[in-house]
């Protein structure tokens, strides 16, 4: 007998590196989803957990938008009213079994739930409990609400983005969600791993504070060791001269020359050897006294010329450099393409859409989107099933708004 698509689905994510582990995902917004998307992706068995609709609303938010569909491919979605005991008594069921349980949370309504890590440890000591917080689970800020905006200015990060003197200026990404759910995934397969040598999970932690703080990476250890506070330097590099964008005559483009080496294979690839024996410019530290000069004299040679000319020219030597895109010409660029970044899955309503990619690639296993963001509560019954209750457990919870 053929295998039915969803036999098909789950045969297809078993092979998957991440196919032998089942998690329960609680999380909401970005942050959290960000982790999750990692272990859905290599074929983990996910299993989304929201809450039942309200009417007409959904907690979720706009199902069909861009960025819900991007989050959540590659899932199976259940609703559970984890505030009924029928809920409660379900979500504990999957979690004996499961794997690892993702939540961004605030600390005050997992255990309000009792669905916190010791709640699910005492049932399931292998249990890998993964959790987001705005600024830890404890701490002075520990029972604040966080969002990626205010982290970014908490953690420094707007006070060294835009043009000097500009006032702070928030990152066009949400990159304090993406770097914790980035790193929370990191996180997981840590414990996991750690899992298989001693045999317990463990509480995985971070916050959208911590994973901001650590993104200043070189910028905080200037302050770390040598108590320098990096100042806004817009689109010049903080300390390698020259970085940074120049005039083409069609355009702008990003010119990287930064080390000494590069600095030379420049100054011949632009047409001004000369400038390789002017002392002041010799050194790193010449260079950086010497910024605005250097980057006037640059821009006031590659505004001559198109970018694609000074591209060709600089490649040739070795430096790097590149076009500034507008997201629509990210996606036609020939090397986005070859990587396939843009991926196809077919929506039941929505029909055939693209969504990004994984930036991961493992030898001898596909990374396609194996199944588009699922509706509210449609696996909620098949899940139950799987977990052992029967049609007519169901459907007492159904009536009792447990799902």
Partial sequence: MPESPTDQTLAQETRLPLGNLTVLDLTLARAGPTCVRHLADWGANVIRIEPPSVGSEDIAGDRDGPDFQNLHRNKRMVQLNLKTPEGHAAFMRLAAKADVVVENMRAAVKHRLNIAYDNV????????????????????????????????????????????????????????????????????????????????????????????????????????????????????HPTGIPTGVFPASDGLINIAAS?????????????????????????QKGRSAARAAINAAIAAVTRGKPAAHWIEIFEEAGIPCGPINTIDKVFADPQVKFLKMARPVKHPR??????????????????????ATPEAGQHTEAVLREAGYSPAEIADMRAKGAI
């Avoid at 995985?204 to 990476?217: G, I, K, N, P, R």
């Avoid at 080390?259 to 050194?283: M, N, V, Y």
């Avoid at 859409?353 to 199944?371: F, M, N």
């Fill in 121 to 236: 440890r005492a049932i399931n000591p292998r249990i890998v409990y993964a959790s987001i917080s705005g600024f830890g689970q404890e701490g002075p800020y520990g029972k604040r609400a966080g969002v990626d905006q205010i982290a970014q200015g908490l953690g420094g990060l707007m006070s060294i983005t835009g043009l000097p003197g500009q006032g702070p200026v928030r990152v066009g990404i949400p990159i304090a969600d993406l770097t914790a759910g980035n790193l929370l995934a990191l996180g997981v397969m840590v414990a996991l791993y750690d899992r298989e040598r001693t045999g317990v999970g463990r509480w995985v932690q971070t916050s959208l504070l911590e994973a901001q703080v650590f993104m200043l990476d070189f910028q905080a250890t200037r302050w770390l060791m040598k108590h320098e506070i990096a100042p806004q330097a817009g689109n010049d």
């Fill in 259 to 283: 080390s000494a080496r590069l600095w030379e294979r420049f100054c011949e690839a632009i047409g001004r050897p000369e400038w390789k024996a002017k002392e002041e410019w010799k050194t």
């Fill in 350 to 371: 929505l029909g055939e859409i693209e969504l990004v990619g994984s930036a991961i690639t493992l030898s001898d296993y596909p990374k396609d989107i194996r199944s």
